[in-house]
């Protein structure tokens, strides 16, 4: 049932360290940041603009310093132009958040006092090799799956030992640390055929392939040495770092971007000299790659792998601590150089919204 390879399947050169972020298109502004901070209990890091088009939020969720592999970010497009978005084949179909173990039935309480609707699912185990070898599982038992007001689908599931610090005065009312979200567990994404998907997350990206059934493969982002992943002491990969692959059913429609899909998936790696290491791969693969584009917090390119899915390639730095001091993030609104002259006419743009996590504590800037 499962393929494991035996011999390397990361060519050589600039690494990927696992997820950056995932980026979506939602409904209103206040509903989205109600949920994701006063229910999930995720930290507003960052409120900012989309800085193609101002006019509209960007909103940056996360762990207690807005660590990549932690970040949910949106574009609130509600009462726009905008329409409802299709989710299929070519997307982001579903993000697992990770919790630590015996947090699922707090987290389906809470959901269930939301008004959260919620399924359980018996997660496989992606545990390997199929010969019991050294490799520890990387979900298994029970997972925890609702959608957002936009219609994102999520996913919590347990896992022992994250190392991210969660945001300890996260929610409203407030998530106990001990059951807190530690940041993005994986992503599944959906394409219609796999081996090309498959080929390109390997040989371009360089992610490491850790299970194959028929309808999904599962690669992640590995240490360095730990490409031979039928090794005895190999490690397991870490959170935040498992891509999953999936073929989409002839019942599930092309992915159509708009109000409730998945935008991108940003990688992430240490520095714009990886990056720029990266960008000229692609580009001798005969990949359409943007130019790299200063966000502000990170440094991005774009392109599109065979199946569709939109990746982003972003660095880990400067951070979202260089406009504002790191017990302040996400309290005032932040612009991209160059239009800080505008803020006036932005402000007034921009619907006012309320941090539910926020509300009421000493410096809350006034709604």
Known sequence: MFEHPTVPTQPRGPRIEGIHHVTATVGEAQSDLTFHSGTLGLRLVKKTVNFDSPGIYHFYYGDAEGSPSSLMTTFPYGGTTVQEGV????????????VPPGSL???????ADAGVATTWETLPS????ASGGGRAPL???????????????????EVDNDPRTPWE??????VPLERAIRGIHSVVLSV????????????????????????????????????????PDAPPPAPGTILELTLAGDA????????????????????????ALFRDRLLAEGVQVTGVKDRQYFQSIYFREPGGILYEIATRGPGFAIDEAPDALGR????????????????ASLPPVVDPSQAGRPGDPAP
């Open 87 to 98: 989710v299929g084949a070519g997307q982001v179909t579903l993000t697992r958040y990770s």
């Open 105 to 111: 039935d707090y987290w389906a309480a809470r959901l």
């Open 126 to 129: 992606l545990s390997g090799p």
């Open 139 to 157: 979900t298994g038992g029970r997972g925890l799956r609702f959608r957002d007001p936009s219609g994102l689908g999520y996913c919590l599931v």
């Open 169 to 174: 005065a996260g929610g409203s009312p407030r």
């Open 192 to 231: 219609r055929r796999l081996e090309p998907s498959l080929a390109f997350a390997t040989m371009v990206l360089g992610l490491t392939e850790l299970l194959r059934e028929p309808a999904r493969v599962v690669v992640a982002a590995m240490p360095p040495g730990s490409d031979l992943v039928d090794a």
């Open 252 to 275: 599930m429609p092309d992915g159509v971007n708009g109000l409730g899909t998945v935008h991108h998936v940003a990688l992430a790696v240490g520095n714009e000299r990886v990056q």
């Open 332 to 347: 005032t609104l932040r612009l991209p150089q160059g239009e800080e002259a505008n803020r006036e006419r932005i402000e």
